[in-house]
């Protein structure tokens, strides 16, 4: 039992998927799963088990921000033997011809963050990517779905409120597509204890042209994306 997801063993399936709001691994487990079962409330950060397609599969919230998605994807990997990873989440959209409700596979995550400077004493600046078995599925699952999955590399932020938007338009020019808060932890997390993982996004918001989804359309525009996860996650 860990400290921060509580749940008994064999209560939590080999593949998870991790959203970062709890309210959506309830919406996911209520609207998606058969006999979905809650192995946790710890600290608020919900947790189910059930079936996809008559596979097992749980869905653990994990927070907001790196420290937070590290805590969670060490812990489903280490104290209860989880082997995929899938993070689904919102992003802002930084590449010009994204809009609103497209979803996309991120090869990789630059970030700003020290966490990885901090793990090789500030000598490499390690590069996070997804694992290619786990990506080539789900870009062959989008496919069969008709769902257009843009696949590229995504920035992973520190701080969601910033005082250097100019920096998005050189990652832009760069080929990065959009920006989220958790991605490279976990893919950092996941090589480092030999787990597979992938994340999967929704364009909620875009950062250069100031557009937002409402929450109504949040709520019935990231089915996509979920079906995907799942679908992935058992393949």
Not at 53 to 64: L, N, Y
């Amino acid at each position: 039992m860990s400290v921060h997801i509580g749940a008994a063993p064999g209560e939590i399936a080999e593949r998870v998927l991790l959203p970062g709001d709890p309210m959506r691994a309830k919406w996911i487990a209520e609207n998606f799963l058969d006999d979905a079962r809650c192995y946790t409330e710890v600290r608020g950060m919900l947790g189910f088990t059930g079936t996809w397609q008559g596979r097992r599969v749980s869905v653990q919230g994990s927070g907001m921000g790196m420290p937070s998605a590290s805590i969670y994807t060490h812990e489903l990997i280490n104290e209860y033997g989880v082997t995929s990873v899938i993070r689904i989440g919102s992003c802002g959209a930084l590449a010009a011809d994204l809009n609103l409700g497209d979803v996309l596979a991120a090869i990789g995550s630059a970030t700003d963050s020290n966490m990885n400077r901090a793990r090789f004493d500030g000598l490499i600046d390690y590069a996070p990517v997804a694992d290619f078995g786990l990506l080539r599925t789900a870009v062959d699952v989008a496919e069969r779905r008709g769902v257009a999955m843009r696949v590229g590399p995504i920035l992973a932020a520190d701080a969601f409120y910033t005082d250097r938007p100019d920096l998005y338009d050189a990652l832009a020019q760069y080929g990065v597509l959009a920006v989220e808060m958790e991605s490279a932890a976990i893919y950092t997390t996941a090589a480092r204890y030999g787990a597979r993982a992938l994340t999967i996004l929704t364009v909620s918001d875009h950062i250069k042209r100031e557009e937002r989804m409402d929450s109504a359309r949040r709520e019935k525009g990231f089915g996509d994306m979920v079906r995907i996860g799942l679908d992935t996650a058992i393949a």
